[in-house]
């Protein structure tokens, strides 16, 4: 287990370097498909990079990929400097899942769903130490859902059940954070509180991927901007690389007509959008 | 008022002053701990179908053990998780869906093991394999249940918490360093222990039924893990009681009776249980609506 001044440490050592090294990385299924071809990108560590893509376009395969859940043809993908089955055993990623993804009607408390983030880190019976509770209670309390800690999670809100996942992943306590789009299904103020805690671990020295097909807000929290559509479009800051000819290229003809219709200038392809010209992607 | 109790005492307990009553009682409570207690992995896993499988699939392997001398649990663990590895490596080489795959492998296995059956003659009566024994367990069939089913509950009890994660959410299991791979097997090797833990008490063909429904009543009962299994446990040892007794003074097959009782139990809960049954439900339904209907402000679905 790290302590808080190894996390410190740790923070200065890799300030500008690079937490995820993906090279040459093509993953197909058995079916034939080729979820991703030959992607090759670098996120630096201690930054919120969003990654884009229209369904269908590998987003999905690459968290997987980086989870080391789907082996990848060729290529490989390094997190922090080392392989991903060796960083995992080291508490590297948390993840926050999707809500389909989940069981609903899984017997299990608010509690436990984010005592869950800490049983890599626990003894071999996996009974909580004193200090798990204090992280699972604070965790909780950072995402205001201590109220509810003995629920069953299929009784909560689209936007609690969000926050209880958010709360397992900051309990987790890992230097990168996965989110597989956070903000679907959840109202105005859950997504500008997840936010707010978005950045504050992000300037504590956590790494952040977002993977959404939601454009909107992306501007205002990520600082690096990942495009996919089975290969990578972009990749770098999102002041140059949020620009509407990518994301044309990334998202097809659907994105170009919208931006049309909302008068932003498709044809100035080099200029990084703001909010308000954003047209809102069809889920 | 006392005569009643009498004719109860006289019908419920007294048959179990007999000492084949009394062995069968406390052999078949042991065989449904231990398959109410996986089975609440099973059930929350969505693994009935993996459960069917192993559950049958263990045949050959108890046969070829007895030839070979090697105590049954190994060879049920073996073929019962070949089997099963079997199904998983045609899911992933082929367009056959896991279920139709896991199907074709279990009968093939089970065929497999009714055909060693009928041409291996031996003192063993395999069909007490197939529809449980409870009335005459030997010595050694008595060794064979209690060391597979402990040895099943033992891996519960060690890696609890892991299987219990696993179950809800592999993912995370991953992410937070557990080994999956082990995991996975040691679900499976309890299914395989369970199996022959029943295997006296319902035999191999209705051993799924106590793998699947104690974990089934307990979810409606219960929002708690270990409170939904303590509920499977209780329902599944009250069912080997009562049907042990139908059987006992109908004459009837008591593995079939515990299964058709344990039934009735889930039946009952699925109408009855306070949380999730249906009567609960039709109420709460109700009294939801005529809530809304006072309320000022539009309630919010979520």
């Known amino acids: 287990m790290r302590t808080p001044s190894l996390r410190g440490l740790a923070l200065t050592a890799n300030n500008g370097s690079i937490a995820v090294d993906i090279q040459h990385l093509s993953v197909g299924y058995s079916n034939g498909v080729i979820a991703l071809d030959d992607v090759s990108a670098q996120l630096p560590s201690g930054a919120i990079c969003a990654v ?38 080291r508490n590297t990623i948390a993840y926050v899942p999707q809500s389909d993804d989940i069981d609903w009607d899984f017997p299990v408390s608010v509690q436990d769903v984010v005592m869950m983030g800490r049983q890599g880190q626990m003894n071999w019976l996996r009974i909580p130490s004193r200090d798990d509770k204090r992280r699972v209670a604070q965790s909780l309390e950072r995402v205001g859902m201590q109220a509810v800690a003995r629920r069953q999670i299929g009784e909560l809100s689209g ?24 903000f679907t299904g959840v109202d105005m103020t859950t997504e500008n509180d997840l936010l707010d ?38 990749c770098g800051p999102t002041a140059h690389t949020f620009t509407a000819t990518h994301l044309g290229n990334t998202f097809g003809g659907v994105v170009n007509e919208l931006l049309k219709v909302t ?10 959008m703001s909010r308000s010209q954003l047209p809102e992607y069809p889920q | 008022m006392s005569n009643s109790w009498h004719a109860v005492w006289q019908w419920a307990i007294v048959p179990f002053t007999f000492d084949f009553m009394w062995e069968a009682l406390w052999v078949g409570c042991f065989g449904a701990l231990c398959c109410a207690v996986v089975s609440c992995f099973v059930v929350s896993k969505g693994w009935s179908l993996v459960g069917d499988a192993v559950s049958h699939a263990v045949l050959p392997g108890i046969i070829l053990a007895w030839l070979a001398a090697v105590p049954l649990l190994v060879g049920a663990m073996v073929s019962g998780i070949l089997c099963v590895l079997l199904a998983g490596w045609v899911n992933r080489r082929s367009r056959i869906k896991a279920d139709t795959a896991l199907g074709i492998c279990f009968t093939g296995f089970l065929a497999l093991g009714l055909i060693l059956m009928s041409t291996v003659s031996s003192n063993v009566h395999f069909s007490h394999v197939l529809l449980g024994h409870l009335l005459g367990i030997t010595q050694e069939a008595r060794l064979q249940l209690l060391s597979a089913g402990g040895l099943a509950l033992l891996i519960v009890a060690c890696r609890f918490s892991d299987l219990k994660l696993f179950c809800f959410d592999a993912v995370q299991a991953r992410v937070a360093g557990l080994n999956t791979t082990v995991l996975n097997m040691l679900l499976l090797m309890c299914l395989a222990l369970t199996t022959i833990a029943t295997l006296q008490a319902v035999g191999l063909v209705q051993a799924i039924a106590m793998l699947v429904t104690p974990g089934a009543i307990g979810t409606l009962m219960s929002r708690r893990f270990v409170t939904g299994m303590m509920i ?27 299964v ?3 039934f009735a139990l889930f039946l009952l809960t699925l109408i009855g249980s306070p949380y999730r049954g249906y009567l609960a439900r039709r109420w709460r339904g109700r009294r939801r609506i005529s809530s809304e209907e006072g309320s000022p402000l539009p309630v919010r679905s979520v």
């Open chain 1, 159 to 182: 936007g609690q059940k969000k926050r209880v996942f958010i709360a397992r992943a900051l309990a987790q306590h890992a230097r990168l954070m996965l989110l597989d789009e956070p």
């Open chain 2, 232 to 258: 499977g446990i209780a329902a599944s040892m009250l069912a080997v009681w009562s049907g042990l007794l139908i059987a006992f003074h109908a004459n009837l097959s008591p593995g079939s009776c515990i």
């Open chain 1, 52 to 89: 884009l893509g229209a369904n269908g376009g590998g987003k999905s395969t690459l968290c997987k990929a980086l989870m080391g859940i789907q082996r990848p043809h060729r290529g490989s993908v390094r997190l922090f400097g080392g392989a991903v089955n060796r960083m995992l055993k």
């Open chain 2, 260 to 262: 058709l009782v344990q």
């Open chain 1, 263 to 272: 008068g932003a200038v498709a044809g100035e392809g080099n200029v990084a």
């Open chain 1, 197 to 234: 805690i978005l950045r504050e671990e992000r300037n504590a020295g956590t790494t952040i991927m977002v993977v959404t097909h939601n454009l909107s807000s992306v501007p205002d929290y990520s600082d690096q901007v990942m495009m996919l559509n089975r290969r990578v479009i972009a």
